[in-house]
């Protein structure tokens, strides 16, 4: 009959199609390494109401995430967090994150954000998950994990408590803020953690702000995002995913290549969005359309990433919304959307 | 060229070519696809097929066992449907009635209109269990109305006649299974404002606030179809499978790959059953989500859910009120929508919700 | 106590009023206090748009909606899907409310409400009209 002939066809689709779910895989061609997926969960900003009531939507969206990370098929070999697990970085969230975090079957390796780190400086985090700041090696790849939120010392030490800097800090928007950076001591760090990395050993680094510049007003930023770049320069093939901006953006600048991933919580506005003060964007992202906010899931995802030869393809998993994968073009030498960067969405912007 | 149908208080207009006629109060232009334009040869043709238990293997089931206009075009009160020999299926016949408005056919949306929809049953074990399609074309080739019929509405004869053209006769007669014209229509887009009484006015109210009904059953400015033609896990069945769905995901998604049948999986057995629009995607967002059902008539077609698991419009609106649970102390799966939270609804509000969708119903099938 | 009060207002409005002798012309003095009294509502709005305790979950409007942005005020009235119908700009910050933030309705004519408006269309500035845009 014609449907079982559909099936076949769907069948044959489904096997050669992208696996479901946002996933990277760094890839390898004719090398000696494997290739290999990972799974990114990030910005969650599970948020206590008070005692053990905490704002279920946003629970909801990381028990979503971990439940289809689970689910994932083949396994992805780990999982990484991209910060902003708690939204006002106190014990209670960052204990029920965790909790929530620990029904994920695969292990986790956890990147620092602002809304973990700003009440005590990260310290009750790295009590619980170690280092801020670490690198480790997986099937020939180098991953490195910075602190990327890092801000100036005065501007830390000028509250008058914690909860006021975490307070300032947690407000995307507010005036009062502080561009964020790697700063002196993790670049120092990093160029020595480097030193041992062979040259054409793929890199993966992973941040919870953009290593670059897009919009300072909310923080799509990194103060010393020229100097990282630039001890990441001889490296033959550098990924960078970061959180923070709970929106797909990719870039292409020189050697490195650049990835957002989205947040499990809420979606943000692109900063061209906002129509008094100008954004770097980068040309090369398709923007997300918001055509229907009315989920509670909408604009908000996880992601899995395949590695291959050193460049990506990231697959975004977005309910309520179309996947999306963002794959590395070698002949553009560029990572580009698949369906979109020729076709893009047609706009459904507010402009 | 699109063509409508409007079907007021029974009197059937078509039209191929005209302006497209009025639909019912509360509902949009019934949309007909270029490929089969609405004819009354057709319609009749179609009508014929629904009602005709000859398509059966045993002879005794039609579309019509388990979408009968008495009840609504459906079998209330089964909670599931019954096919040949007695046999179960694992899901609620959903309503005829304003279907021809859904993007997609079953509770898991696997044929995407009304054509691909209604080969479906004849050839699943569990519904009309014919090994396929031929004995249908065997009766309509030969049998002498039929003949007339088919040379009429397609201009076919003897082995011209395809099973696409019976679907194409069933769509179309389908379309003609619209009713709009509600007290709440009537409230709502026909200015009487007494049309509903005050309870359904208030539970129109909640529906649209507090009850967070509207997020998916839809209204909009001009016409309300009370669906938004998605799929959502509302946590309905899903303790069947919530332990084992990594296992079930994984065999199905194989199962599927090597062109295994969805229909007979998902018909047959009660688990894959409850994997709802995976079994038709392989998306995990998708595990355990059924299509948003419309609320027309929807105190005439009891019992509710994809497996008419509840029974009163009160224990759907209960279970809502829980947060998408039967009772409070039951848990909340992991793949339940984000969307459904406990609502706090008084039992006041709760029985005017109830009044309200018994507003919806329309006047022929009162 | 009572007397001082009402000298008081009389300074205000003489202040207020002394500006123009007529209705058909205003001053620069009156530009400016109008701009003050819209600012005013545009600070409180930016305060409640902020404010843990406009809902009842401690979400606040800025965590999705950074400098207002994505409110876009310009295209209202326009048909809100989750309103049924076509609406206007309080009743999508009432969804907001009762939704995200899991709190009870602001009364339209309320200031609070106004005070929201103020802020989220003073943050959309120059942006052109676009009603029933999405």
Redo the contacts between chains.
């Keep these: 009959?014609?449907?079982?002939n559909f099936?076949?066809s769907?069948?044959?689709l489904?096997?050669g199609s992208v696996l479901?779910?946002s996933l990277v895989e760094v890839a390898f061609g004719k090398s000696k390494h494997e290739n290999f997926t990972f799974a990114y969960i990030s910005d969650s900003?599970i948020?206590?109401?008070k005692g053990n009531k905490f704002?279920?939507?946003f629970d909801?969206?990381l028990?979503?995430a971990?439940?289809?990370c689970?689910?994932?098929?083949p396994k992805p070999d780990f999982v990484i967090y991209g910060g902003d697990l708690a939204q006002l970085g106190s014990k209670p969230e960052i204990d029920h994150g965790l909790e929530i975090m620990s029904?994920c079957k695969h292990k986790v390796h956890y990147v620092m954000g602002e809304h973990d780190y700003y009440l005590d400086l990260g310290q009750y985090w790295e009590s619980q998950l170690g280092p801020q700041w670490y690198s480790f090696d997986h099937k020939g790849v180098h991953f490195v994990v910075l602190n990327s939120i890092i801000v100036d010392e005065k501007w830390t030490n000028k509250w008058s408590s914690g909860e006021e800097r975490m307070g300032v800090m947690a407000?995307?928007?507010?005036p009062l803020g502080s561009p964020f950076m790697v700063g002196a001591a993790q670049r120092a760090w990093l160029k020595n953690d480097l030193a041992k990395v062979s040259k054409d050993t793929p890199l993966v680094v992973l941040s919870h702000s953009p290593l670059q510049k897009i919009y300072k007003?909310?923080n799509f930023w990194t103060d010393d995002a020229e100097q990282i770049q630039a001890i990441l320069k001889p490296f033959k093939k550098v990924n960078v995913f970061y959180g923070h901006v709970h929106q797909i953006q990719y870039n292409q600048i020189g050697n490195i290549s650049f990835h957002s991933v989205m947040a499990t919580a809420?979606?943000?506005?692109y900063?061209s969005?906002?129509?008094?003060a100008p954004s770097q964007l980068p040309k090369l992202t398709v923007e997300m359309n918001?055509?229907?906010?009315?989920?509670?899931?909408d604009a908000t995802g996880w992601q899995f990433i395949d590695v291959w030869s050193g460049n990506t393809s990231m697959h975004f998993?977005l309910?309520?919304n179309s996947?999306r994968t963002v794959a590395y073009n070698k002949k553009h030498k560029q990572p580009e959307d698949t369906k979109y960067q020729s076709d893009r969405i047609p706009p459904?912007k507010?402009? | 060229m699109k063509t409508f149908v409007s079907a007021l208080g029974g009197v059937l207009l078509t039209t191929t070519t005209l302006a497209p006629v009025a639909a019912p109060l509360g509902l949009p232009e019934v949309p007909v696809p270029a490929n089969n334009p609405l004819t009354p040869e057709k319609i009749q043709l179609g009508d014929k097929l629904f009602h005709d238990t000859r398509f059966s293997a045993t002879g005794e089931v039609s579309c019509a066992t388990c979408h009968d206009k008495k009840k609504t075009f459906t079998d209330s009160p089964l909670k599931v449907s019954e096919g040949i020999n007695k046999l179960m299926g694992t899901r609620n016949a959903p309503t005829v009635v304003n279907a021809a408005y859904m993007h997609s056919m079953f509770w898991d949306g696997r044929e995407p209109d009304l054509e691909g929809q209604s080969a479906g049953p004849f050839i699943n074990p569990v519904e009309m269990g014919l090994p396929n399609h031929e004995p249908i074309l065997k009766i309509v080739r030969s049998d002498a109305e039929y003949t007339k019929l088919f040379k009429q509405a397609f201009n076919k004869h003897g082995k011209q006649i395809k099973m696409q053209h019976v679907q194409q006769a069933i769509a179309s007669f389908e379309r003609t299974i619209i009713s709009g014209n509600s007290p709440f229509d009537q409230y709502q887009y026909g200015g009487d404002k007494h049309a509903m009484d005050e309870a359904a006015v208030r539970g129109f109210k909640v529906f649209r606030e507090q009850g967070r009904c509207i997020s998916c059953h839809t209204v909009s400015q001009s016409y309300a179809l009370f669906t938004d033609s998605r799929f959502h896990n509302l946590g309905v069945g899903f303790e069947r499978i919530n332990k084992d769905v990594g296992e079930l995901t994984s065999a199905f998604a194989k199962a599927k790959r090597n062109a295994a049948e969805v229909d007979v999986a998902v018909l047959t057995n009660k688990n894959t059953s409850e994997l709802g629009r995976y079994a038709v995607s392989i998306q995990s967002r998708d595990v355990g989500s059924f299509k948003t059902p419309t609320l027309r008539n929807v105190a005439k077609t009891a019992p509710y859910m994809h497996d008419g698991s509840l029974e009163s419009l009160l224990d759907v609106v209960k279970f809502y009120n829980n947060g998408g649970r039967v009772k409070e102390s039951d848990p909340t799966f992991d793949f339940q929508s984000g969307g459904i939270r406990p609502l706090d609804l008084s039992d006041e509000q709760m029985d005017d919700l109830v009044a309200f969708m018994e507003a919806l119903t329309s006047p022929e099938y009162k | 106590m009572k007397s001082i009060h009402h000298v008081a207002i009389a300074a205000t409005m003489f202040l207020v009023y002394a500006t123009s002798a007529f209705a058909d012309e205003f001053t620069d003095q009156d530009l400016k206090n109008w701009e003050q009294d819209f600012q005013t509502a545009v600070i409180q709005g930016r305060k409640l748009f902020t404010d843990p305790n406009l809902g009842s979950n401690g979400v606040v409007c800025a965590q999705c909606h950074p400098n207002g942005a994505n409110t876009h005020p310009e295209t209202y009235p326009k048909l809100q899907k989750q309103l049924g119908r076509v609406a206007v700009m309080w009743e999508m910050v009432n969804w907001c409310i009762r939704n995200p933030l899991e709190g009870k309705d602001l009364s339209p004519d309320s200031p609070d409400m106004i005070a929201l408006q103020a802020y989220i269309t003073f943050e959309r500035r120059n942006v052109k009209l676009a009603p029933g845009k999405h």
């Design positions: 009959m014609e449907r079982r099936l076949k769907a069948g044959a489904l096997a479901p779910i900003h948020q206590q109401i704002v279920r939507n909801r969206g028990v979503r971990v439940a289809e689970n689910l994932m098929d029904a407000g995307l928007d507010n007003g909310w809420w979606p943000w506005p900063p969005t906002y129509s008094q918001r055509a229907d906010p009315f989920f509670e899931r998993q309910p309520e996947p459904q507010h402009y």
